[in-house]
Nanobody
Framework: VQLQAYGGGLVQAGGSLRLSCAAS????????MGWYRQAPGKQRDVVAS???????NYEESVKGRFTISRDNAKNTVYLQMNSLKPEDTGVYYC?????????WGQGTQVTVSS
């Protein structure tokens, strides 16, 4: 299984970014896709997740600002990030969870300047 993430960058506070992550090599239809974030000097924490039937969960600090979605036909998950804050800065990793296995994509850097 391979995950390829796109869309990071540098943005001013209040701006928006959209992350994308395409998965390949997995044939399981029942899975969870999501995004984790690792801020400098901190542990990697979940930001948002979505099941294949569209159920979503968000970390408290991003509720109302971030929206996770997916296109099952393309095996792709998206993270629309609005009203970005400097504390959203970090490396964002996409994940695919199938049964008990979790696959990680390479990280993409998001930097929000104040």
């Amino acid at each position: 299984v391979q995950l390829q993430a796109y869309g990071g960058g540098l943005v001013q506070a209040g701006g928006s970014l959209r992350l994308s992550c395409a998965a390949s090599g997995s044939s399981f239809s029942a899975n969870v896709m999501g995004w984790y974030r690792q801020a400098p000097g901190k542990q990697r924490d979940v930001v948002a997740s979505i099941t294949n039937d569209g159920r979503t969960n968000y970390e408290e600090s991003v509720k109302g600002r971030f929206t996770i979605s997916r296109d099952n036909a393309k095996n792709t998950v998206y993270l629309q990030m609005n009203s970005l804050k400097p504390e959203d800065t970090g490396v964002y990793y996409c994940i695919l969870r199938v049964l008990v296995a979790t696959y990680w994509g390479q990280g993409t850097q998001v930097t929000v300047s104040s």
